[in-house]
Nanobody
């Protein structure tokens, strides 16, 4: 069982920045593939960025050059640095994790944190 606790959402003006954090517990952190997803009401949840312990990252096209995912093994935390935020980035952001060695895959989710970009 993996527990994920997110923090860092809020209200920011267009062009501003926020950093989301997600602390993971309950599993060997190095085995966790961790990522961020977001969801607007009425829309499907979409991948924002994902990170492995080996340093492999993958970002959605709509955040390239603006968002950066990183992880701190000692703090068991994954971060999402969001710069140059746009109104269309407004959504609930969810932390996701799965153990790369467990089959079938089991996804774990945080409770979500609201990000609102508005002037």
């Amino acid at each position: 069982q993996v527990e994920l606790v997110e923090s860092g959402g809020g209200l920011v003006q267009p062009g501003g920045s926020l950093r989301l954090a997600c602390v993971a517990s309950g599993s060997i952190f190095s085995r966790l593939v961790m990522g961020w997803y977001r969801q607007d009401p009425g829309k499907q949840r979409e991948l924002v960025a994902v990170s492995t312990d080996g340093g492999i990252t993958n970002d959605a096209d709509f955040v390239k050059g603006r968002f950066t995912i990183s992880r701190d093994t000692i703090k068991r935390t994954v971060y999402l640095q969001m710069n140059n935020l746009k109104p269309e980035d407004t959504a609930v952001y969810y932390c996701n994790a799965f153990d790369i060695r467990v089959r079938p895959r089991i996804d774990y989710w945080g409770q979500g944190t609201q990000v609102t970009v508005s002037s």
